[in-house]
């Protein structure tokens, strides 16, 4: 199935290099361990721009790239934009910061990433993540923070939350399957999803 998979897509690419094409590439760490896989992300990152197609690779982790040091070479040199979120609070940062041979300034970035999702006093929700955008190579490029916020709609699309996702269901089978009704009628029962917080409780627990 995996050859059927790669030479379809390969064909899909480089049928018309005028024609441009977006190739989403999610979970890389399960790609990088396939070999077959494996050899088509270092293809596409390598010679795929020539035919027209941007390539965007995700995954939770740079640690994942270690899996295979030949691709995590092809996609370093390869890549033009990184976008980074929240490296947490173990050595990944670290990691990220001697991969990409970060500077102090996007490094500080990076470790003082923030993300809402709650209700401020005055009423206003907030629901947003921010990033450390890499866009360029060495000192001709450019970097800063970038803060990405989500309409109610746009996160109950998109949550990955197992709660969430059982409330999704049921709510589409409430209106007979119909997803489009399901996503409207949570993002104006839940606008900020289920675990929303208000800062005014917030507070009045420290008082």
């Known amino acids: 199935m995996v050859p059927l998979l790669t030479n379809y897509i390969h064909d899909l690419v480089t049928r018309d290099p005028g024609v441009t094409k977006i190739i989403p590439m999610d979970e890389l760490w399960e790609m990088i361990l396939n070999e077959q896989l494996m050899e088509l992300v270092i293809e596409s990152v390598k010679a795929w721009r020539k035919m027209g197609a941007i390539i965007i ?102 949550t990955t939350k197992s709660k969430e996702i059982k409330l999704r269901t049921e709510a589409r089978a409430m209106f007979n399957g119909d997803l489009r009704q399901a996503i409207v009628y949570l993002a104006e029962k839940y606008p900020g999803g289920t675990e929303v917080i208000r800062e005014d409780d917030l507070t009045q627990n420290k008082i």
């Open 57 to 158: 690779g995700c995954t939770q982790s740079l640690f994942d790239l270690e899996k295979s040091p030949h691709v995590a070479s092809a996609i370093k040199q390869n890549t033009d934009t990184w976008l980074l979120m929240d490296q947490g609070s173990g050595t990944e940062a670290q990691y990220a910061r001697d991969y990409l041979q970060l500077t102090m300034g996007q490094y500080d970035i990076l470790t003082t990433l923030r993300r809402a999702n709650r209700v401020t006093p005055e009423g206003k929700l907030e629901v947003f993540r921010e990033m450390l955008m890499i866009r360029g190579r060495d000192q001709s490029g450019t970097s800063g923070r970038v803060r990405v916020s989500v309409s109610p709609v746009e996160y109950w699309m998109a």
